[in-house]
């Protein structure tokens, strides 16, 4: 049972610091959001996953939580967070939130007192290893931040300022760890189950989950941490049926399984890492540029596998881009930018968008980091609403207060010239958006066939199929001109075409070109 709005979700990613300044101190807040909103519903999309806007000391941009019931100051209150939800709903728009399980700041309350000598009800909220300068392997989840006060050294997460919740170890190897079936851990778990209710309750749609299968501890197999989100999402069943449940686990066929509706998946193809001095084969994301033009096969063909494997369990979570990566503008000329568009808004599963691809933003490199963001930072710029006004439009204050520095090349993309027409981007996913709302095979449970894929060659084909209606894709991310004989698309009808010539089955594709059609 998932909500049937999964079948139609197209997200939009909001970094909430980044995205709109109402109120002039520089900074991105949830007003600024609000005031966007027709912005971001005419986009065609009807979901929103904002990135943590929790009350924290920002050492890890929000994904250090000092407390987990509150809105930063810097963003706003509750109220205005209730609000948000209240607005977006009128628009029929979900707002999913982060839910940052595996860690808290050091400045989190249950941090607190967890550290102190005298036992409590935290006591048992974090990891503690009572020998000081014990820093465990340091491989895999087993590093400890030393010398840390009475209690000895802590368990982190991912930087030595986010201390690991304590949800237990599916296998224990010392006396300070407790295993995931003890009560004391079950406390724990009681908690973030409590701060996934207060978040519903006031009107979220659900959870993005941060570093979802890091809760417990030395579990090859991941047996017990599938056990501990099904029981989550028998809670979303029950009592949050419309709700929806994502993970950052990057491993679809373990996570659908663990009951997640989505999971993202890093075979996003264009983009999952950082443009690598030497390319990573794990990390295919050259495959579809234009320039350095590598074999499409490894890359594509994974995810179609992928697609296969798990249709019938959930979705997967297609990204043009996210606050950790570098922006799909990188990797790619405007034109090439498109074609990978028009395959994200192709592809089953659920697509999301991040703020400014939809306009071509692009990396900002060499940014003084941020926040801990480190070179992700260059992906967190401001959104540009219109080069006309000061900072882009994105707030009034003065340019040293603002977040990060807003790109004022004389060339960088604005939502103003969008507007009025002027961004092929911008109306590419416009028209793609809407095309994949009209059309039922376009649905994100609909089926895919790869019907074209060559080793070192251009383009790629496959048909979605749903309720009767069936549709060709073709891409063609390269700077060559392709041809492609298709005798099963000879009567293929265009729905959306952009530089491809039909003659009969045959499809003469310019450079970076797309075609939609219905067969
Ligand atoms: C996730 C977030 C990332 C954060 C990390 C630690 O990977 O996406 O931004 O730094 O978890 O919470
Ligand atoms: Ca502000």
Not at 337 to 357: E, Q, R, S
Not at 429 to 436: H, P, S
């Given at each position: 049972m998932a909500p049937q709005w999964l079948k139609k979700a197209v997200f939009y990613q909001v970094y909430p610091q980044s995205f709109y300044d109402s109120n002039g101190d520089g900074i991105g807040d949830i007003a600024g959001v609000i005031a966007k909103l027709d912005y971001i519903k005419n986009l065609g999309v009807n979901a929103i996953w904002f990135n943590p806007w929790y009350e924290s000391p920002f050492r890890d941009a929000g994904y250090d939580i000092s407390d987990f019931y509150k809105v930063a100051k810097r963003y706003g209150t509750n109220a205005d967070a209730k609000k948000l939800f209240a607005e977006a709903h009128k628009r029929g728009i979900k707002i999913v939130l982060d839910l940052v399980i595996g860690?808290?700041?050091?400045?989190?309350?249950?941090?607190?007192?967890?550290?102190?000598?005298?036992?409590?009800?935290?006591?048992?909220?974090?990891?503690?290893?009572?020998?000081?300068?014990?820093?465990?392997?340091?491989?895999?989840?087993?590093?400890?931040?030393?010398?840390?006060?009475?209690?000895?050294?802590?368990?982190?997460?991912y930087y030595a300022v986010q201390p690991a919740l304590n949800f237990g170890y599916a296998k224990i190897e010392h006396p300070w760890e407790l295993r995931y079936d003890d009560p004391r851990c079950r406390a724990t778990k009681e908690e973030m189950i409590r701060v996934m209710r207060y978040w519903m309750d006031m009107g979220a749609d659900g959870f993005r989950v941060d570093m979802a299968p890091s809760v417990i501890k030395r579990d090859a197999g991941k047996k017990k941490t599938i056990s501990f989100w099904k029981e989550v999402r028998r809670i979303f069943d029950r009592d949050y049926p419309e709700n929806v449940l994502i993970s950052e686990w990057f491993d679809p066929a373990t996570s659908l399984k663990a009951g997640f509706h989505i999971d993202f998946c890093y075979?996003?193809?264009?983009?999952?890492?950082?443009?690598?001095?030497?390319?990573?084969?794990?990390?295919?994301?050259?495959?579809?540029?234009?320039?350095?033009?590598?074999?499409?096969?490894?890359?594509i063909k994974p995810a179609?596998?992928?697609?296969?494997?798990?249709?019938?369990?959930?979705?997967?979570?297609?990204?043009s881009g996210n606050h950790d990566a570098a922006r799909l503008r990188y990797y790619g000329s405007e034109a090439n930018?498109?074609?990978?568009?028009?395959?994200?808004?192709?592809?089953?599963?659920?697509?999301?968008?991040?703020?400014?691809?939809e306009i071509g933003m692009r990396y900002r490199e060499n940014l003084t980091p941020k926040e801990g963001g480190e070179r992700r930072t260059g992906s967190r710029t401001p959104m540009q609403w219109d080069n006309a006004l000061v900072n882009a439009g994105f707030s009034t204050a003065a340019k040293e207060k603002l977040y990060l520095p807003v790109d004022d090349a004389a060339d960088a993309p604005c939502v103003a010239d969008a507007l009025?027409?002027?961004?092929?981007?911008?109306?590419?996913?416009?028209?793609?958006?809407?095309?994949?709302?009209q059309h039922i095979a376009l649905d994100n449970d609909a089926k895919v066939e790869l019907i074209y894929l060559k080793h070192r060659k251009m383009p790629i084909a496959y048909t979605r199929t749903k309720?009767?209606?069936?549709?060709?894709v073709l891409l063609n991310s390269s700077k060559e001109a392709v041809s492609v004989k298709l005798p099963e698309a000879v009567n293929a009808a265009p729905l959306l075409v952009e530089g491809v010539r039909q003659d009969g089955g045959t499809f003469h594709l310019a450079p970076c070109s797309y075609g939609i059609y219905k067969i």
């Open positions: 860690h808290t700041s050091l400045d989190c309350k249950w941090f607190k007192e967890s550290e102190k000598p005298e036992r409590n009800a935290y006591s048992d909220y974090y990891v503690w290893c009572p020998i000081a300068y014990y820093r465990g392997s340091g491989k895999g989840d087993d590093y400890f931040v030393s010398g840390w006060g009475p209690r000895g050294a802590f368990l982190a997460n075979n996003s193809f264009w983009r999952c890492g950082y443009r690598p001095e030497k390319p990573d084969p794990k990390w295919p994301q050259m495959a579809m540029a234009e320039k350095n033009f590598t074999d499409p096969v490894p890359a179609f596998d992928l697609i296969q494997k798990t249709q019938k369990k959930g979705y997967i979570g297609f990204y930018t498109i074609v990978k568009l028009a395959m994200l808004f192709t592809l089953p599963g659920t697509p999301f968008l991040y703020y400014g691809d009025k027409g002027n961004n092929a981007t911008y109306n590419a996913v416009k028209q793609l958006i809407a095309l994949r709302k309720g009767g209606e069936k549709l060709l």
